[in-house]
């Protein structure tokens, strides 16, 4: 990712920040509509899901000039989301939704350079924590 896309998340993540439970409310209702077999996953009170994934997103955001901090993050939740059930497959959908999230929850603010800035952070994050979930180590 370059500054620029990182400059445009950073600034749209701004505007859902204060929104954070009611998009957090979008996210799981794309995600289920996209593939419903993902519901039986999430044992937990959605409400308090969508706070620690909202979080998470947050923590994700504030250190993408911090590789050094951020990747061994993503690869820890990469191998706890193993143990949960979260196979290679449904990153792809979870990608889908949160695009679909952000732009629902941006509209006009959504623009092709944010999608493609969001996109691009989000295939990193997905490799990062697949390759973790397949480590040995």
Known sequence: MNPEQIAAIETSWALVAPIAPQAAELFYGNLFALDPSVKSLFKADLV??????????????????????????????????????????????????????????????????VKAAWTAVYGTIQSVMIEAAHSKA
Do not use: C, S, W
């Open 48 to 113: 308090e899901q969508g706070k620690r994934l909202m979080q998470m997103i947050d923590v994700a955001v504030k250190n993408l000039r911090k590789p050094e901090v951020l990747v061994p993050a993503l690869q820890g939740l990469g191998k706890r989301h193993v143990a949960y059930g979260v196979t290679d497959a449904h990153y792809g959908t979870v990608g889908a939704a949160l695009l679909q999230t952000l732009e629902q929850g941006l509209g006009a603010a959504f623009t092709p350079e």
